[in-house]
C-alpha cells in the first residue's frame, strides 16, 4: 500500500487526478470506477479543467459507479447518477451510453446488480478505482461486517452513514436506507485503486485502514491486501498514524526515485 500525505485537500485532489490523467494518457480507452460524495468533488473540477484544456479526453472511457441509493430514480436531485451528470459527466466529452451507475429505481434490483457485475466484466474489468471513506471504515457501502468477499449486492446502510448523509435531504424528502453497491470483491478486482480522504472526521477510519487488522470491522483495510493501492490524505485525515513520519519518508524516496528514472529516460 502507498501512503501519500499532502498538505491539505486541494493538493489530494490533485494528486488524485493526477493518477487518473496519467493512465488514460497511456490507455484512452480505460474503464474507471468512480465515487460520490465531497471528497472527489475537487478532484472531478481538475478532470474538468484538464479536458476543458484539450489536455485529455474522455471520448473513449468507460465508468462505473460504485454505488445508488436504491428507491430514487435517476433524475431525483439526491440519486447518484444525478450527482455524477451534474458534476462531472455534463462538463467533460464522454460518451453518456458509457458511463454506468447502479440502477436504484430497478423492479428487480438483486437482477440489476448480477447485470452490473456483467457489464465490469464485458468492459474488460476496472483499470482504476476511485474511493472515498466514510468515518466508520466503509468504501462504497460497504459497511462494517461486510463480507470482504462480497460481490454487487444490495446492501442495508449503517445507521451513522444514514445520519452523515442526512444533510443531503430535506425534512419531507424520502431517505433511502437501502443502496446497490459494487462488493468489496468487486473494488479489489480493479487493477488499481486510488483512495482519498480529507479532515479530522476521517482520521479513525484512515488509521484502521493502514494502521489496523484487516478486518471487515473496517472494511477499508482490506486494501492491505490489494497489489497496487493508494491512500492519499491531508495531514489532518493522517494526523492519528502511528507511523506518520515513516510513510512521509517512503513517498520522499519514491518521488526521488521517480525523478532519477524520468531524468535518465529523458537522456536516453
Known amino acids: 500500500m502507498r501512503i501519500v500525505v499532502l498538505k491539505d485537500a486541494q493538493d489530494v485532489a490533485n494528486f488524485g487526478a ?3 490523467i496519467s493512465l488514460l494518457k497511456v490507455k484512452p480507452k480505460s474503464t474507471l470506477g468512480l465515487a460520490t460524495g465531497s471528497s472527489p468533488l475537487n478532484l472531478y473540477q481538475k478532470l474538468i479543467e484538464s479536458n476543458k484544456q484539450k489536455h485529455l479526453t474522455f471520448n473513449n472511457i468507460t465508468t462505473f459507479n460504485l454505488d445508488e441509493y436504491l428507491g430514487l430514480d435517476e433524475n431525483h436531485p439526491q440519486s447518484y447518477r444525478y450527482f455524477m451528470n451534474e458534476k462531472l459527466f455534463k462538463h467533460i466529452d464522454i460518451k453518456i451510453e458509457n458511463t454506468h451507475v447502479p440502477n436504484g429505481s430497478s423492479n428487480n434490483p ?6 452490473y457485475e456483467s457489464q465490469i466484466a464485458n468492459s474488460g474489468g476496472i483499470d482504476l478505482q476511485l474511493l472515498g471513506i466514510g468515518s466508520n471504515g466503509h468504501i462504497g457501502f460497504n459497511e462494517p461486517s461486510s463480507s470482504l468477499v462480497s460481490r454487487t449486492r444490495v446492501k442495508t446502510l449503517a445507521k451513522d452513514t444514514v445520519e ?10 424520502f431517505q433511502p436506507h437501502l443502496s446497490i453497491t459494487m462488493g468489496i470483491g468487486t473494488i479489489m478486482d480493479a487493477k488499481k485503486i486510488i483512495l482519498i480522504a480529507t479532515g479530522r472526521t476521517k482520521a479513525d477510519a484512515i488509521k484502521a485502514t493502514i494502521e489496523g487488522p484487516v478486518s471487515a ?3 477499508a483495510s482490506i486494501l492491505q491486501m490489494h497489489a497496487n493501492a493508494t491512500v492519499i490524505v491531508d495531514q489532518e485525515a493522517a494526523y492519528k498514524l502511528d507511523n506518520l513520519h515513516y510513510y512521509e519518508h517512503i513517498e520522499f524516496e519514491n518521488q526521488r526515485l521517480l525523478k532519477a528514472i524520468n531524468q535518465n529516460n529523458n537522456l536516453n
Open 110 to 115: 438483486i437482477e440489476s446488480c448480477e447485470l
Open 164 to 173: 452523515a448523509n442526512k444533510r443531503f435531504f430535506d425534512d419531507d424528502q
Open 217 to 219: 470491522n473496517c472494511p
Open 18 to 20: 493526477n493518477q487518473i
